[in-house]
Every structure is written in C-alpha cells, then in structure tokens.
C-alpha cells in the first residue's frame, strides 16, 4: 500500500542540484538578560547625583559658609585673648628668638612688663570703682534734680504759676518712660535679630580671611588668580619650602612669622619683599628652591625673581602679578621722539624697562659689549637698539660685521665705514681683517701725542661664534687660523688686543653670540667685555659663561627664562646700568625695533653726517692706488678730516695704510695738487680737490697713450 504525502506549504527555494549531505548547526537562542536589581540601579542614581557639579558646588558652599562662621569666631575669640592678654607680645619675643634679634626680644619684654604693669594698675582700680560709681551716681543725680527744679523756678516766676516748678522734672520723668516702653518695644525683636547679626558678623570675618579648607573656596580663590602678595601669604610659601631649619624657626615663631619681612612695596608690575633669613638658613637655600617658592606664592616661576641684597642673610623676593610679565612694553623712545639725539661720552640708549616697570638706560661709553643667548630670542634686535641710538652721536665710527647675513644690518649701510654681511668663511675672512684693521688704527691712536682726543670707533660682529668656529687658514707664509680660541688665532688675537688696550682711545669691541660654549666664545674673550648681557639660556652653566660666576651667584638666572616667550627680556651685568645697590645684575625688558622703524632712525643719522661711504669688503690686492683710495673714503662729503681720512685709509687696506701719519697723507696729496687745508681750525682734505686731481691725471695718462 503505498502512502501519499501532501505538502501543506509550498516551497519557495528552488532545488539544489548538490547532492551531498547537508549538516545543520542548530544555535540554541541566548538566553535573556537578567534584571538589573534596584538596589543597583538606585546606587548608580545616587553616585551620579553625588558626582554631579552642582551637588558638589552645593557641598562646598555649605561647607564653606559654615567654616566661615565657625573659624571667625575662632579669629575673633584669638583677637579678643590678644587685647585682654599678653600673648601677642610673647609670641613677637619667640619670633625674635628663632630669628637671632636678641635686641628685638629685649624690646618686645619690656612693652611686655609694661603691659603687665598697666594691666595690674586696672585691675587694682577696679577694687575702688563700684564706691566711686555710687558717689557718682548719686551726686549727677543730685545736680540733675537741683537743675530740672531751678530751671523750674525760672519758669514760675515768669508765668506766674506755681505749678510750673515741677514741668521740668514731669517732662523728664515722659522721656525717661518713653525709653522704656521703646526698649520694651524693640528688646523682643532684638533678642530675635541679634544673634543672627552676630553670626553674620562672625561670616564676615571669616570669608575676609577665607578661612575654610581650599577644597571648600571658590575655583577663583583655590586657582589662586588674582591674589594678592601679603605677608601671611609670604611667610607661609616660605615655611612649605622643605628648608628644615626654615620651616622650624617659622613654627617656634607662631603667627609673627611675619617679623622676618620687610615693607611689602609696589614695584612696576607687582610686588617687592626683602626677608631676613632665620639664623642657620643661607641664602643659597632659597635661591635653589626657586620653582618651589614661586609655585607656593601661586606664581609661575618665571614671575618670581630672587636677589641677594646688601643686607647680611637676606633675600629680596620680587613677584609680578600674574600675567603681567607676558604684556609687551611700550615702543621704543627712539621711535616716538624724532628730536632725539645721542651722547657717547654723557648719555645713555634707552634699551627698555626693568622688572619695576622704570626705564632701563644703558651708558656705552668706554665700555666692550657681549650679548648672548639661544638663538631667535632677540639678541640682535637687542644688539642692533643700541648701535642705533649711538648712530644719532655722528662723531661715532662703525665697522660691522654681519656673519648671519639675513640683512638685519642693511640700515647701517651708508653709516658704517665697513659692513660686511655673509655666513661663509670669506666672510669670517673679511671680518677679521676688518677687526685686525681696527687694532692697527688702535696702535696709531696709542702713539699719537698724550691729550689727544679720538672719535668712537665701534667694531661690531654679529654672530661672532662663527669667526671662532671657522677652519679657515691663512695663504702663503701666514698659515695662521682665522677662527679658534688659541694664541695663534687671528680673530681670537685681534679681539683680545682691542680687549686690552681699546678702551683708552675710544675702539670698542662689540659682540653678539648664540648658546655660548668655550669653543664658540672663549673664556679669555668673553670676561673681556665691562657690559655682559643674555638672553634666555638652556643651562647655568651657559649663564655663568654669559653672565660670570658673581652674577650668577647673586642671583641672576637667564637660564631660567622662557626661550619664546622671554624673548628680548636680557639679564645684564654692567657698572652702566643702574642695578640696586647690593645686587650683580638686573633684568630688562628691551624695546622691540623693527626693520622699517631701524630704517627710520639710521636715514635720521645719516642727515646728521656728512656722508659715508661704506666699504663691503677689504681690499686686500696687493696693488694699491693712494689717490684713488683717498677719493673712496671720501665719498660723497665736500669735505673730511685728515685724521678721519687716515683711520678710513687704515681700514680700507690695513697693510698699505695702517703705519700712515699726516706727513704720508699730505705728500700724496701735495704731489697730486689737492693739498689739505684748514676749515674752523680743523685740517681737512676737499672732495673736489681730490676729484680734480684724479680727472687730471686720468687725462693725462690718456693724452700720452695717443
């Protein structure tokens, strides 16, 4: 019997042609997820409403304003215990102990057997007060009665009315009873209020002191922003420093910690503190823990400085206000005043501000300059800011050297007698020619006769590291090295000469370095110069090759400025600008002068001068023309001094000229019928003279070629 299937549902896939056979996984479902329990999900409820800002805020406001409350009463029970006993004075006399004063704990001892004493004398007096108060009660009371019933008397006898003896007295009882029902009236609403005013007087009080944990006080107040420097504050950053012997002398101090501080004074953008050190604590101390001091002060620390005062174990903290330090200063007075002029021997450049916010000026006269730093911090701009102010003194000769060459010095071309700009070892070559030039006319300077006064020569190299890095060596018979920091370098040598012996005639040596070392900038070059300035720095080290062991070691710091953010702020050591007595350096803030505006002040100074004409390389051909060189350091003036005529033949060719005197100048000149002559007193040599001459001569080579 054969059985019929029957299909109820119709298949939709097609028929597989596969006839292998097919294995089915089966997957059993996942199984449902379990119910979150409530407790649970209350927990989660409740840590996210704790977690939340506003119930946090709301916590530290509560508890804020409760600690306020309840530690100004703490503040105004201690300052009543101070007023009625004599533990202010005791506590003054163990700070005076822990600090060393013996004589201030002498005084404090005295005012307090004074205190003692008057306090007896009050007390003793009290004994006698309740007798002295009754006869008095009773005797005002007396006169008062007699008064009202005089007055009374008067009354009568005018009105004619007997009645009119006791007005007075009646109307004084009214009054009297009308105070009582007042007092009866408010004494229940008083009794109310009363100790709410006094709670909110203890609030008061506290939040001026914002006495509440920090966790408690505003974001403003717990960040710090705005506080002001005070002396509890002070004492307090001192005492957290982890100076023990510190910390232990602030503690056996009590709350008179403070003794150790001098006045709290303004100074430019923040605040100025000299502390006198426990005995047992050096200065040195505080000084290492800079950082630390600063950030306990709520202050980043390039805004704490720390200085070494004349005063013996004591330090001068100056603090600026937050930020302040990152505003820029004001322009330059080069740039806003047109009219201004320069001094070498009396004046002084404005460079720009110290931390107190007063102008900065700078005397360059007789003084060699070294300005360090890293690189791009503002070291010519810095540099480039004096020679710009002394540019406006048209007796002042420069001779620049630019060994970066990205035409920061262009200005000065037309100013300069030389300017070499290029970063190459023919530059470093030319340099130093340049500077061996200057040595020449230092010699010739030296043997002219005592009294003779000498213009300003300044002999400026930018970049120098690069003259002292450099490997070339001289041609020929001269094999010496031009860079290096040996005897038998000429750079090195010829800087040394001008170290030694430039000062009296008035050739100066100017230098601008970047991330000093003793292969760049040599020991023996670098304590040469009277006026040391630098920039931001990596480490102390630098700064003692920049700055010297004193300066550093009172105080000065330039590898603690910020590279960037610091930059054209200078650390300087000088005897020409005015430090505070007891300190080795100060730091400034120097104005910022662009190109254009640089620019300005040089076409300025051109205006003052005659006309120079600014050599760009040293001819060092053997060859030589005297005459034609005379025309070309004359340039375009009518006329030049003699002696001028000489320093810039000295210069040109340092060989042809250096030995030159004034017989050579004029037997040349003489020759050529373009004799020197005098002009208000002064022998000059004329430009068209010169001229002639050489047209002259130029003819008559020509006339005898044809």
């Given at each position: 019997m054969s059985e019929n299937v029957v299909h109820l549902h119709k298949a939709t896939d097609p028929p597989t042609v596969d006839t292998a056979p097919t294995v089915l996984t089966v997957v059993p479902d996942a199984p449902p997820a379990r119910p979150v329990p409530l407790w649970v999900r209350s927990g989660r409820v409740i840590r996210s409403g704790i977690r939340h800002e506003s119930t946090r805020a709301t916590v530290r406001a509560a508890a804020r304003h409760s600690l306020y409350t309840f530690n100004g009463g703490r503040i105004?029970?201690?300052?009543?215990?101070?007023?009625?006993?004599?533990?202010?004075?005791?506590?003054?006399?163990?700070?005076?102990?822990?600090?060393?004063n013996l004589e201030a704990a002498e005084e404090w001892e005295e005012r307090l057997q004074r205190f003692r004493a008057a306090r007896h004398h009050r007390r003793m007096d009290l004994l006698h007060s309740p007798v002295d108060a009754a006869k008095g009660v009773a005797v005002g009371a007396g006169m008062s009665i007699g008064a009202l019933v005089a007055l009374g008397v008067v009354m009568a006898?005018?009105?004619?009315?007997?009645?009119?003896?006791?007005?007075?007295?009646?109307?004084?009882?009214?009054?009297?009873?009308?105070?009582?029902?007042?007092?009866?009236?408010?004494?229940?609403?008083?009794?109310?209020?009363?100790?709410?005013?006094?709670?909110?007087?203890?609030?008061?009080?506290?939040?001026?002191?914002?006495?509440?944990p920090a966790w408690a006080l505003p974001a403003n107040v717990r960040n710090s922003e705005g506080e002001p420097i005070t002396p509890s504050i002070v004492v307090k950053a001192l005492?957290?420093?982890?100076?023990?012997?510190?910390?232990?002398?602030?503690?056996?101090?009590?709350?008179?910690?403070?003794?150790?501080?001098g006045p709290i004074r303004i100074a430019g953008c923040g605040v100025e503190v000299d502390v006198t050190l426990p005995s047992g604590v050096a200065t040195n101390e505080v000084q290492a823990k800079r950082r630390k001091l600063a950030e306990n002060l709520t202050r980043h620390e390039h805004e704490v400085f720390i200085t070494i005062p004349q005063a013996a174990?004591?330090?001068?903290?100056?603090?600026?206000?937050?930020g302040a330090l990152d505003e820029p200063i004001g322009p330059s007075p080069l740039v806003t005043d047109d009219t201004m002029t320069a001094d070498y021997t009396k004046g002084k450049a404005p460079w720009g501000q110290d931390l107190r916010g007063d102008a900065a000026a700078l005397s360059l006269y007789q003084r060699h300059l070294l300005i360090t730093g890293l690189s791009n911090q503002g070291k010519t701009v810095a540099l480039r800011s004096l020679a710009l102010w002394l540019s406006l003194d048209k007796s002042v000769q420069f001779l620049m050297g630019d060994l970066k060459g990205a035409g920061d010095w262009n200005m000065f071309d037309g100013l300069a007698d030389t300017l070499i700009q290029g970063p190459t070892d023919e530059h470093v070559i030319q340099v130093t020619e340049m500077v061996e030039g200057a040595v020449t006319e230092m010699n010739r300077r030296l043997q002219a006769p005592p009294g003779t006064v000498f213009p300003p020569l300044i002999v400026l190299v930018d970049e120098a590291q690069v003259a002292f890095m450099c490997p070339a060596k001289g041609t020929g018979k001269d094999k010496r090295p031009y860079g290096g920091a040996k005897a038998d370098s000429r750079y090195f040598m010829a800087v040394r000469k001008i170290h030694n012996q430039g000062r009296a005639v008035n050739v100066l040596m100017w230098q601008g370095t970047q991330d000093p070392t003793n292969e760049n900038l040599p020991k023996l070059v670098r304590e040469g110069a009277h006026t040391r300035a630098s920039l931001a720095l990596g480490t102390e080290s630098q700064a003692r090759m920049a700055l010297g062991d004193k300066a550093v070691d009172g105080g000065a710091a330039p590898n603690l400025l910020r590279p960037g953010l610091d930059r054209g702020t200078l650390v300087v050591a000088s005897d020409g600008i005015s430090i505070p007595a007891g300190q080795s350096s100060i730091t400034v803030r120097t104005h910022y002068i662009d190109d254009d505006a640089a620019t300005a002040i040089t076409d300025r100074a051109k205006a003052l001068r005659d006309g120079v004409t600014t050599l760009h390389a040293i001819d060092r051909s053997a060859?030589?023309?005297?005459l034609a060189?005379?025309?070309?350091?004359?340039?375009?003036?009518?006329?030049?001094?003699?002696?001028?005529?000489?320093?810039?033949?000295?210069?040109?060719?340092?060989?042809?000229?250096?030995?030159?005197?004034?017989?050579?100048?004029?037997?040349?000149?003489?020759?050529?019928?373009?004799?020197?002559y005098k002009s208000d007193g002064v022998m000059c040599v004329a430009r068209d003279r010169v001229a002639r001459a050489l047209a002259n001569r130029d003819g008559d080579g020509s006339a005898s070629a044809e």
């Open positions: 105004v029970a201690r300052r009543a215990w101070d007023g009625r006993t004599g533990s202010r004075y005791e506590r003054m006399i163990r700070a005076a102990e822990a600090a060393g006898i005018n009105t004619g009315h007997a009645s009119d003896v006791v007005t007075p007295l009646s109307a004084t009882v009214d009054f009297i009873a009308l105070l009582i029902r007042i007092v009866q009236i408010v004494w229940g609403p008083a009794l109310s209020i009363g100790p709410f005013l006094a709670l909110l007087a203890l609030w008061s009080v506290g939040r001026k002191q914002h006495a509440a005492r957290d420093l982890g100076v023990p012997a510190l910390a232990r002398a602030i503690k056996e101090m009590g709350d008179a910690g403070a003794s150790m501080l174990r004591t330090v001068r903290l100056w603090v600026a206000d937050s060859e030589h023309d005297p060189d005379i025309a070309a350091v004359i340039g375009d003036a009518p006329r030049v001094r003699t002696k001028d005529v000489l320093a810039r033949l000295a210069t040109r060719n340092a060989d042809a000229y250096g030995d030159w005197s004034f017989l050579d100048l004029k037997r040349v000149l003489d020759d050529a019928d373009a004799s020197p």
